[in-house]
């Protein structure tokens, strides 16, 4: 019993450890190095997008500062819908920040068939910044919430309690998770984003509603689906 005791602290202290030192969470430069190069040859388009999209970004970034959230994770509706607040996925996530149902109505969204709040910019938005607020402080860094934002956090707490370990190259995730925590990594690289946010003139409104697309969308698709 007590050497059951002393091996359950002895893990603990481990994944404490992990905690407390969350640098070797980032994925390897290689794997984002790979998807670099899926990535690069659209640089224009997602430069023009961006540019597009200038006083949205604005306004998200300022919302994760007051949040005390990464100024990075403005990046994930480009990843998510390249800024399409009307995008739909397969898997029926949908808006600008391609919520689920189950967590879109779990951070305060109305989902029904009379009205989908998730379509709606600043609700969506409200809503998202919330999700990540609750994500990075469970995980305390950029990757294992990226990994919680695409999986679940159910799925990556398993992960890191069975590997021992919070280095988010030692948990066992689901390759499309791994791919788009390596994918967003290599849209960071790719893109200064704090350019972006200075640029804007701040005249967007943030609390308008949003019924079409900001831009047209056809020549570039949400970069996860690349």
């Not at 970034?61 to 009307?86: G, R």
């Not at 695409?150 to 990556?156: A, I, K, L, M, P």
């Not at 590997?163 to 790719?190: C, I, M, N, W």
Request: charged fraction near 15%.
């Amino acid at each position: 019993m007590a050497r059951k005791c002393i091996q359950s602290l002895a893990k603990l202290l481990i994944i404490g450890c992990c905690y407390a030192n969350p640098v070797h969470a980032s994925p390897q430069a290689s794997d984002v190095a790979i998807q670099s190069q899926i990535l690069s040859p659209y640089k224009s388009q997602i430069e023009s997008r961006l540019n597009s999209n200038q006083n949205l970004i604005s306004d998200i970034a300022s919302q994760l500062t007051t949040h005390s959230l990464p100024i990075e994770f403005v990046l994930i509706p480009m990843l998510e819908s390249s800024y399409d607040p009307l995008a739909i996925s397969h898997a029926n996530a949908a808006g600008l920040w391609q919520l689920m149902p189950s967590t879109a109505k779990r951070f305060g969204l109305e989902v029904s068939d009379s009205q989908d709040q998730r379509f709606h910019v600043q609700a969506s938005t409200n809503a998202a910044i919330l999700y990540l607020q609750f994500l990075y402080t469970k995980f305390g860094e950029l990757s294992l919430t990226l990994a919680a934002y695409n999986s679940g956090e159910g799925r990556v707490s398993r992960a890191i309690n069975q590997a021992g370990s919070r280095e988010f190259d030692k948990l066992h995730l689901p390759a499309e998770t791994r791919q788009y925590v390596h994918r967003f990594y290599a849209l960071k690289k790719l893109i200064a984003i704090e350019q972006w946010v200075k640029k804007t003139n701040h005249f967007y409104l943030f609390g308008q509603h949003n019924t079409l697309p900001l831009i047209n969308l056809s020549p570039l698709p949400p970069l996860v689906t690349l």
